[in-house]
């Protein structure tokens, strides 16, 4: 298994990165917050969890270990992929998770696209006992992306989410119509809240092709 991966950074997508360890090019596959401390040439360091299936291995990349962990223990919930799992933490920041677990607050990982009441309950039910959070969420806003990044991080995370580009930069530019106030602080977290809120607000979007 391959617990770790350093090197520059080869390439960079919205979705993954290439990392160049030793000559060979090690796509890993990360959240937007974890691709947007990365940069092209730069040296790197990830750490990685392989999912291996019988037609392919795939390696998820994360900053921080307690990303891996509780990585880790979402897919050994019945029903949650990879895939899921990495959306729960690119909505979610790792201690608001374990929150959430802890104090049987399914209604937190309803955020999530993709997770509704019945499988956020699942989360809460099995995930009960197994994690605790280290420290209280943090509530203090978090620091604006540079201005010609943010935007593509939100873009990033919506991707992730099961959106395409054009969809998802329909709805981030819809929602700064909305609430311009959004834009001139650059907050990436609170811009793809309000996006998915957003999203939700009206069922009609549905018929328009933005879910």
Do not use: C
Not at 76 to 97: C, D, F, H, W, Y
Not at 137 to 158: F, L, N, R, S, Y
Not at 184 to 204: K, Y
Request: aromatic share 4%; charged share 20%.
């Amino acid at each position: 298994m391959i617990s770790f991966v350093r090197g520059p950074v080869a390439s960079l997508s919205l979705s993954h990165a290439v990392i160049d360890v030793n000559g060979v090019g090690m796509l890993v596959i990360a959240t937007p917050k974890t691709l947007g401390r990365l940069h092209l040439g730069e040296e790197t360091s990830l750490v990685t969890a392989m999912v291996v299936r019988e037609d392919s291995m795939t390696l998820y990349g994360f900053a921080e270990e307690r990303e891996r962990e509780i990585f880790d223990i979402l897919t050994s919930v019945s029903g949650i992929g990879p895939r899921l799992a990495l959306a729960i933490l690119s909505v979610l920041e790792p201690e608001s998770i374990a929150a959430g677990v802890a104090n049987g607050d399914g209604k937190a990982f309803t955020k999530v696209p993709g997770v509704g009441p019945k499988v956020a309950g699942r989360i809460v039910l099995e995930l009960k006992g197994k994690l605790h959070p280290l420290s209280a969420p943090q509530t203090g806003a978090p620091a604006a992306a540079a201005p010609m990044e943010w935007k593509d991080q939100v873009v990033a995370a919506m991707t992730s989410l099961g959106w395409n580009e054009r969809d998802a930069n329909k709805a981030i530019e819809a929602t700064l119509a909305t609430e311009p106030e959004l834009e001139e602080g650059g907050n990436v977290p609170a811009v793809l809240r309000a996006t998915l809120r957003w999203l939700g607000q009206d069922s009609t979007r549905q018929k328009s092709g933005l879910r």
